[in-house]
């Protein structure tokens, strides 16, 4: 299909670091694993998992739109479908981030785990409503909450590694038990 063909560069691109990402995450996470915090399960189901959701869906994304489609009109199935699948993730997540009490979240903990991933699949949602009528628009915006959702992974994947470095261990080397 001719409209995705200008997009191959990006969406490998943008699918290795997703990959990558991915793998870092796990290598991280098993480190980690060694010296668990208290409440470390309700709180990797609020932070950890749903980075990994992200990145799994910007790597699925960049995968399905590589793919040798004939109708620009399956490619706005599938975006919508993602689009509304994260949605109702992320209402799962902010459950999530509301029951735990092992992290007293901020406006910063909203805004990139919370607020950029929903704008990230609102736009996945709404390009199946525009990309019809308006390809190429719809494909940027498409591409631009690919970014979104591949950034802000990267933001709350730095902040759960640095919080678990800086935060959970005394300079000493041994484990804090106090939150933040």
């Not at 943008?14 to 991915?22: N, P």
Request: proline share 4%; with cysteine; net charge neutral.
């Amino acid at each position: 299909m001719p409209a995705l063909t200008e997009w191959d560069s990006f969406y490998v691109i943008v699918g290795s670091a997703a990959g990558a990402l991915i793998g870092l995450q796990f290598v991280v996470m098993t480190l980690i694993s060694e010296r668990p915090p208290a409440r470390a399960a309700e709180a990797g189901a609020a932070f950890g998992t749903p980075t990994i959701v992200h990145f799994s869906v910007v790597l699925l994304l960049s995968a399905l739109l590589r793919a040798p489609w004939h109708a620009i009109q399956s490619v706005a199935a599938v975006c919508g479908i993602v689009g509304l699948a994260g949605m109702a993730y992320l209402i799962l997540t902010a459950w999530r981030m509301r029951l735990q009490s092992s992290y007293k979240l901020d406006f910063e903990d909203w805004l990139c785990h919370l607020v950029l991933p929903l704008t990230a699949y609102a736009g996945f949602a709404a390009s199946m409503l525009a990309i019809v009528s308006h390809t190429k628009e719809a494909l940027f915006a498409v591409g631009g909450a690919t970014l979104l959702l591949l950034f802000s992974g990267i933001h709350n994947a730095w902040d759960a590694v640095s919080y678990h470095v800086f935060v959970n261990r005394k300079p000493d080397g041994k484990d804090q038990t106090k939150n933040k």
